[in-house]
Each structure stands twice: as C-alpha cells, then as structure tokens.
T-cell receptor, first 112, second 113 residues
Framework: GESVGLHLPTLSVQEGDNSIINCAYS??????FIWYKQESGKGPQFIID?????DKRQGQRVTVLLNKTVKHLSLQIAATQPGDSAVYFC???????????FGTGTRLLVSP | DGGITQSPKYLFRKEGQNVTLSCEQN?????MYWYRQDPGQGLRLIYY???????QKGDIAEGYSVSREKKESFPLTVTSAQKNPTAFYLC????????????FGNGTRLTVT
C-alpha cells in the first residue's frame, strides 16, 4: 500500500485505550477545522469537524477539542480499536470556501 | 453509491512525458480540487475549481494544468515542466456550501523515472 508519511510522529496504544492526537494550527483567522483519517493506499476519510464558535464536538467514539487561545486542536478516540490504525490529519480553513491547509499527520498504531 | 473515482491507481511514466490523471465524481458537487501528497508532508493544493469552465491555481500549480469542461470531471495533467512529479495525487470535491468537508478519492500514485 501507499506510504503516506515515512517520518511521521507516531502514537502507539493498546486496544481499548483512549487515544489523543494533537494538532497545532497556524492561522488565527481560521474558523473551520477538520480531522481526517487516512489508511494505507486510500484517500483521507472525514472523521469530524468543528467551527470556531465551539470548543468541543462529539461524534461516535470521537471528540474534537478546540483551544483558540493557543491555536490547538485535538482528536480523542475512545476505546481505540485495531481498525483505528491509520494516519490522522488535521486541517484548517475558512467558511465560504474549502481551501484547507493540512497538517503533516500523526500515525496511530493500535496493538491488539 | 456516490463517490469520487480516480484512475488509474498506479501510473508509471518516463521523464519528459506529459501524463493525465483522471478524476470523476457523481456526488453532484460544484467544487473540485487536486492535492499532492509526499511522505512526511501535509496535502498541498495544486488546482481547484468552483464551477464548470473556471479554475484557479493552488499553492503548487507550476508544472500542472487542469480543465473543467464538465461538472463531473476534473482531469489533472502533469507536464514535463514539473520538476519532481513522483507523488501520490488526491482529487477531492465539495458542494458549494459553507463549511462542508472535502470528499476524497483513493488517489493515483504517479512514478516518473
């Protein structure tokens, strides 16, 4: 399959643990943030998004936290499963047009 | 099922040849995008199109060209002027809606030797 990042930061967890993946964004004017999951050989898959008027948003087993003061975004995955193993990207942008700026990604490895 | 289809999955070319990557979507999305992905880097925007017969350069457009003759199709040509064309190319689309996430295809791996 594709290698989407040979030198990515890596987070290794055990199955069932909670995972937290962090992202620092660059533009204080960004008002829309997204997390994507990318498995080897595939395109990025949308996980969850959040607008800048929110601090927290929850989905199924995932939570995104936004701290605008320090320009920090995090993705929390509850009860991590081996199928969650992938590279996770954050992206920032502005409403009205989806010209997103992507981070370099974090590789999540889940051991059974 | 609606989605974005990129073809082929793997493409090999000799240096100096132009090559065109296909991207087709049946999501009825207005906007389409091409990104390039290299190991250890985030996705970088090559070109985007918000509407048929209109497109704009992204951050790394040099050595690439696109066309948008149909809403469903946004082919990318990698020309011989692109100095480092070997990469993973991703096509995406989104409806012209505020705050809509990009939908991605599964990419084309281009290798130029």
């Amino acid at each position: 399959g594709e290698s989407v990042g040979l030198h990515l930061p890596t987070l290794s967890v055990q199955e069932g643990d909670n995972s937290i993946i962090n992202c620092a964004y660059s533009n204080s004017a960004s008002d829309y943030f997204i997390w994507y999951k990318q498995e080897s050989g595939k395109g990025p898959q949308f996980i969850i998004d959040i607008r800048s008027n929110m601090d927290k948003r929850q989905g199924q087993r995932v939570t995104v936290l936004l701290n605008k003061t320090v320009k920090h975004l995090s993705l929390q995955i509850a009860a991590t499963q081996p199928g969650d193993s992938a590279v996770y990207f954050c992206a920032e942008g502005s409403r009205g047009f989806q010209k997103l700026v992507f981070g370099t990604g974090t590789r999540l490895l889940v051991s059974p | 099922d609606g989605g974005i289809t990129q073809s082929p999955k793997y493409l090999f070319r000799k240096e100096g040849q132009n090559v065109t990557l296909s991207c087709e979507q049946n999501l009825n999305h207005d906007a389409m995008y091409w990104y390039r992905q290299d190991p250890g880097q985030g996705l970088r925007l090559i070109y985007y199109s918000q509407i048929v017969n209109d497109f704009q350069k992204g951050d790394i457009a040099e050595g690439y060209s696109v066309s948008r003759e149909k809403k469903e199709s946004f082919p990318l040509t990698v020309t011989s002027a692109q100095k480092n064309p070997t990469a993973f190319y991703l096509c995406a689309s989104t409806p012209r809606m505020e705050g809509s996430p990009l939908h991605f295809g599964n990419g084309t791996r281009l290798t130029v030797t």
